[in-house]
């Protein structure tokens, strides 16, 4: 195996840490392996339904926290490809030990990272170098009536975003707290 995976105090949710192979042409790093997760337990038989790529370009911004309610329930593998974000997943399962919990983590290429987020938890970023560029894995597709999410500035998660923040949406504005969901 070429990947390992850190648990984080969320069940369920993973950080696969992968070195990239890198010589005087670049670099190259496998970002998934169905049958490594699927060994390790963390992806399972879960499908790849959609595959996203996303580009920030200023500092600070921040996007999220966004998941996509049940039925329509998907799990996340997020990878920075340029730059550097810091990752937050949020555990939005009402029968989980460690609902209404945070756990952060920063992405970038050059750690070769990524974070594994499943079936309801929320997931959002913050873009630590401009021109940021992100991959995202899905295991469901996305349904615009499930999505639903949490304000990124929730006091009762108070999640400790390393930069003030930038730039932010009006759909994520306007997200509810977590007392209101």
Same mark, same amino acid.
């Given at each position: 195996?070429?990947?390992?995976?850190r648990r984080t105090p969320i069940?369920?949710?993973?950080?696969?840490?992968?070195?990239?192979?890198?010589?005087?042409?670049? /670099?190259?790093?496998?970002?998934?392996?169905? $049958?490594?997760l699927a060994f390790m337990s963390?992806?399972?038989?879960?499908?790849? @339904?959609?595959?996203?790529?996303?580009?920030?370009?200023?500092?600070?911004?921040?996007?999220?926290?966004?998941? $996509? /309610? /049940?039925?329509?329930?998907?799990?996340?593998?997020?990878?920075?490809?340029?730059?550097? %974000?810091?990752?937050? @997943? %949020?555990?939005?399962?009402?029968?989980?030990?460690?609902?209404?919990?945070?756990?952060? %983590?920063?992405?970038?290429?050059? $750690?070769?990272?990524?974070?594994?987020? *499943?079936? +309801?938890?929320?997931?959002?970023?913050?873009?630590?170098? *401009?021109?940021?560029?992100l991959l995202y894995l899905h295991? +469901?597709?996305?349904?615009?009536?499930?999505?639903?999410?949490?304000?990124?500035?929730?006091? $009762?998660?108070?999640? @400790?975003? *390393?930069?003030?923040?930038?730039?932010?949406?009006?759909?994520?504005?306007?997200? *509810?707290?977590?007392? @209101?969901?």
């Amino acid at each position: 195996m070429t990947a390992e995976l850190r648990r984080t105090p969320i069940n369920g949710v993973f950080e696969l840490l992968a070195k990239p192979f890198a010589d005087h042409r670049g /670099a190259f790093l496998n970002a998934f392996r169905a $049958q490594e997760l699927a060994f390790m337990s963390s992806w399972g038989d879960r499908c790849i @339904a959609q595959v996203n790529l996303s580009r920030t370009e200023a500092l600070g911004t921040i996007r999220g926290l966004h998941l $996509q /309610a /049940a039925p329509h329930s998907e799990a996340k593998l997020v990878r920075c490809l340029r730059g550097r %974000v810091w990752d937050v @997943a %949020v555990d939005l399962r009402q029968d989980s030990a460690t609902y209404g919990q945070w756990h952060g %983590v920063e992405l970038s290429p050059e $750690q070769g990272n990524a974070l594994l987020i *499943p079936e +309801g938890c929320a997931h959002g970023f913050q873009v630590l170098e *401009p021109g940021s560029e992100l991959l995202y894995l899905h295991s +469901g597709a996305w349904v615009q009536e499930a999505e639903t999410g949490l304000r990124w500035d929730d006091p $009762q998660l108070a999640i @400790a975003w *390393p930069l003030p923040s930038g730039e932010l949406s009006e759909r994520d504005r306007g997200l *509810p707290l977590l007392s @209101a969901t």
